[in-house]
């Protein structure tokens, strides 16, 4: 009699469940790394913009007292990531170490100026407001010029966006895919149980009776395909930060830790959808359509 029971219930982990939970692994493993890039992307637009900086070039009559509280009252600023002061001796010397040789020499004179190096915060990294930024900044007698690459500026936002566009489209047909797919592997695995639904039907069970177990088991299976494809993602992740340190800024603890959240909750739902839709489609079913599907 145990032995019946055992073979017409609903078997949780079996070799059905083993596949099924490898194929949505792979699905989800390819949806977790679209997640990835998207906010890897959004780290190193950041990055990217916060390491374009502009020159402000400072008169040679200013002392180096006040070019210090000139560079403090700009650290201030809201727009100010960090500043640099370069003396007109470190100009001359690095510039003499780049060149192989010292201008001082033949010129008799420095030619250099001293500056302040001047990185922004990524939301102002662009045109306009740079060039409101320049004009507060001209307005102190003492500053020479202001000196940036305008049309590099352009072009780092121009293909930001361009990127940002192209991976947000990657993202929704890439989970529209997953959807299908993951919903042919649920549909496939439940189809195998189409007789014992009916037969359950017959005996009297109710509706939500006979999809617990099918739901349940379902989401277990999109639980053990999530934590798999996170630990994959997250070993990955580890890897390139030993490898290049310098990466922990575009591939943060908070990036992995939306994208293991993400691919858990997408692997729950997408799994809880696609069995509740298959198991109601057997439900509305009659005896005699159960033979020809």
């Not at 390819?30 to 400072?58: D, H, K, P, Q, T």
């Not at 009916?198 to 999109?222: C, D, E, Q, Y």
């Not at 603890?253 to 809880?272: C, K, N, R, Y």
Request: hydrophobic share 50%.
């Amino acid at each position: 009699m145990k032995s019946k029971n055992r073979n017409n219930s609903v078997s949780y982990f079996d070799m059905q469940f083993i596949t099924s939970s490898i194929s949505t692994m792979l699905v989800l493993l390819l949806l977790g790394l679209v997640v990835f890039f998207v906010l890897a992307a959004n780290n190193l637009s950041v990055y990217v913009r916060e390491n374009i900086n502009f020159s402000v070039l400072i008169s040679d009559e200013m002392k180096e007292s006040d070019i210090i509280k000139l560079q403090k009252r700009l650290n201030e600023e809201p727009f100010v990531k960090e500043s640099v002061y370069i003396s007109k001796s470190q100009a001359l010397k690095e510039q003499s170490e780049a060149m192989g040789t010292n201008p001082e020499e033949f010129l008799g004179y420095n030619p250099f100026t001293a500056s302040i190096e001047v990185k922004l915060h990524s939301d102002y990294a662009n045109s306009d407001s740079i060039a409101k930024i320049e004009k507060k900044i001209k307005k102190n007698t003492n500053i020479q010029d202001v000196l940036y690459q305008r049309d590099l500026i352009d072009a780092v936002n121009e293909n930001i966006r361009n990127i940002s566009l192209v991976l947000l489209v990657l993202a929704v047909v890439l989970t529209f895919i997953s959807f299908a797919l993951i919903n042919n592997t649920i549909r496939l695995a439940i189809y195998s149980k189409r007789f014992l639904i009916h037969t359950m039907k017959l005996v009297g069970a109710s509706w939500s009776f006979i999809r617990k177990p099918f739901l349940t088991r379902n989401i277990w299976s999109g639980v053990l395909a999530a934590v798999i494809a996170d630990a994959i993602l997250m070993g990955t992740a580890y890897s390139l930060v030993s490898y290049e340190p310098e990466l922990i800024r575009v591939i943060s603890p908070e990036v992995m830790l939306l994208v293991s959240l993400s691919v858990l909750a997408f692997g729950v739902i997408i799994t809880f959808l696609c069995a509740y839709l298959s198991i109601n489609k057997y439900l509305r079913m009659k005896a005699s359509s159960l033979y020809y599907i």
